[in-house]
Structure formats: C-alpha cells, structure tokens
C-alpha cells in the first residue's frame, strides 16, 4: 500500500518502499544503534531473495493515512536501551513525518539483542 494526500499541486502518492528506506536511514544514524536485522528466518530469506533495497528489520503499515512502523534492532552493548530506544522513535518519526507530510501513528521498536 501506499500512502496519499493532496495539496494544491495534486494528488501524492509515497510508497510504504519509500517509507521504509527514510526510516532505515533515520534508524542507522542514531547512537547505540548496531543494525537491523530480519525478525525471524523467513523474513530474512525472503530479503535475500527481493531484488529491492535492503530494508529488512522494518516493518511498515498503512491504514487511513496513518503510518505505523515496526524496528527490529540490535544495540550497542554498553547503552541505556530505554534511552536509545526513545531516541530511535522520535528520530524516525521526525524524518518520516517531514519526509511525507504524513503523521506517523506509532513507532514500535523491537531489541532483539546487543553486540
């Protein structure tokens, strides 16, 4: 799915691809942040496979114009993950609301470990 929104200029279409990529983005630029990685075996053979960019470890849903993103992440051994946690959110919230002019309903951030 995509999301959409009109202005004066026409109608805008984002695709949840494009959504992905600005969250990924957002996501490796915050501190205490070492990747993120496939929830489980399939998703990640399925990534494997996709001739898209590689946006495995989040997972992007639209319903009514909302955004709800989903973070598997692995941190940095060492960091308040409460800490590192609430920055990740806020950080890709902000990129993803200022990239698509869209509200971001809910960023859910999944610690699957530390390195």
Same mark, same amino acid.
């Given at each position: ?31 205490? !942040? #070492? ?5 489980? %075996?399939?998703?990640? &053979?399925? @990534? $494997?496979?996709?001739? *898209? ?30 800490? !590192? #946690? ?5 950080? %890709?919230?902000?990129? &993803?609301? @200022? $990239?698509?002019?869209? *509200? ?12």
């Amino acid at each position: 799915m995509a999301v959409t929104t009109s202005n004066k200029y026409g109608k805008i279409f984002v695709s949840d691809q494009a959504v992905a990529l600005c969250a990924l983005h957002a996501a490796r630029e915050c501190y205490g !942040v #070492v990747a993120l990685v496939a929830k489980n %075996v399939f998703d990640k &053979v399925i @990534s $494997f496979f996709q001739r *898209r960019h590689n946006t495995r470890g989040i997972k992007i849903s639209t319903v009514d114009n909302r955004i709800f993103i989903k973070l598997f992440v692995i941190l940095k051994e060492g960091v308040r993950e409460g800490a !590192v #946690v609430e920055s990740l959110r806020s950080i %890709v919230t902000y990129s &993803v609301e @200022s $990239f698509t002019g869209m *509200r971001v309903k809910n960023v859910e951030v999944k610690v699957l470990g530390t390195r």
